[in-house]
C-alpha cells in the first residue's frame, strides 16, 4: 500500500518569500502524481499533473517536481501571496486509486 | 479542466435520519467516481468507488449497508448515509475520472473532485 508524507505539516512565512513543500512515497509504481489546494471548508482545486514519464510542470508561480527514483515531489511556489494560504495536498494515482498525503497548511502572512 | 458538481455543500440532519449526496460530472461522462471521507485536519481517506453501471467497490473497514452508493449513469453517483449518528459528522468529497477513450482531451489518469459537503448529525 502507497504511503504518502507531507513535510511539513504547517508552514507560515512572510509575502514575497519563495518557498517549498515536500511530499515522500513509498512506491515508485504509480502512473501520476497531483498537487492540489483546499480552502478550509472547500473541495480539492487541482494545481499541477505531472504524468509518471514527466519530471516536472509549471503553472504561474507553481513549478512541480517528481523524482520517482528517490520517492519524492516537490511544490515551489515563487513570490508567495497571501490568496496562496490553504492546505496543499499531493495525491499519487496507482492502479485506480489516489493516495492523498496529510496536506500542509500554509499561511502567507501580508 | 473539466466540472464535477457535489450537492448539497452542507447538511444538518438529526440523529437516525438518512441524507444523500449527489455527485455529478457536468461535461464529461464519468465511468468511475469516487467517495471520499475527511475528517478535519486530516487527509482524504477513499471510501468507496463506484463504476456506472455495477456495485461499488468498498474500502476496508467501510460499512455498505450504512453508505449506499448508487452510481446509475455516467453522469451520477450518489452516497446515501443512512441513519446517520454524530459520528458520521464529516466532510464528505466526491471525484470523477474521464473515460478511457480520452474523449475531450481529458486524461484517464486525472481525476476531478466536487466542492465537497459538511455533514453535520446532530
Known amino acids: 500500500k502507497q504511503e504518502v508524507t507531507q513535510i511539513p505539516a504547517a508552514l507560515s512565512v512572510p509575502e514575497g518569500e519563495n518557498l517549498v513543500l515536500n511530499c515522500s512515497f513509498t512506491?515508485?509504481?504509480?502512473?501520476?502524481l497531483q498537487w492540489f489546494r483546499q480552502d478550509p471548508g472547500k473541495g480539492l482545486t487541482s494545481l499541477l499533473l505531472i504524468q509518471s514519464s514527466q519530471r516536472e510542470q509549471t503553472s504561474g508561480r507553481l513549478n512541480a517536481s517528481l523524482d520517482k527514483s528517490s520517492g519524492r515531489s516537490t511544490l515551489y511556489i515563487a513570490a508567495s501571496q497571501p490568496g496562496d494560504s490553504a492546505t496543499y495536498l499531493c495525491?499519487?494515482?496507482?492502479?485506480?486509486?489516489?493516495?492523498f498525503g496529510t496536506g500542509t497548511s500554509l499561511t502567507v502572512i501580508p | 479542466g473539466a466540472v464535477v458538481s457535489q450537492h448539497p455543500s452542507w447538511v444538518i440532519c438529526k440523529s437516525g435520519t438518512s441524507v444523500k449526496i449527489e455527485c455529478r460530472s457536468l461535461?464529461?461522462?464519468?465511468?468511475?467516481m469516487f467517495w471520499y471521507r475527511q475528517f478535519p485536519k486530516q487527509s482524504l481517506m477513499l471510501m468507496a468507488t463506484s463504476n456506472e453501471g455495477s456495485k461499488a467497490t468498498y474500502e476496508q473497514g467501510v460499512e455498505k449497508d450504512k453508505f449506499l452508493i448508487n452510481h446509475a449513469s455516467l453522469t451520477l453517483s450518489t452516497l446515501t448515509v443512512t441513519s446517520a449518528h454524530p459520528e458520521d459528522s464529516s466532510f464528505y468529497i466526491c471525484?470523477?475520472?474521464?473515460?478511457?477513450?480520452?474523449?475531450?482531451?481529458?486524461?484517464?489518469?486525472?481525476?476531478?473532485f466536487g466542492q465537497g459537503t459538511r455533514l453535520t448529525v446532530v
Open positions: 512506491d515508485s509504481a504509480i502512473y501520476n
Open positions: 471525484s470523477a475520472k474521464p473515460p478511457l477513450d480520452g474523449s475531450r482531451g481529458l486524461m484517464n489518469t486525472e481525476a476531478f
Open positions: 495525491a499519487f494515482l496507482t492502479g485506480n486509486q489516489f493516495y
Open positions: 461535461d464529461f461522462q464519468a465511468t468511475t
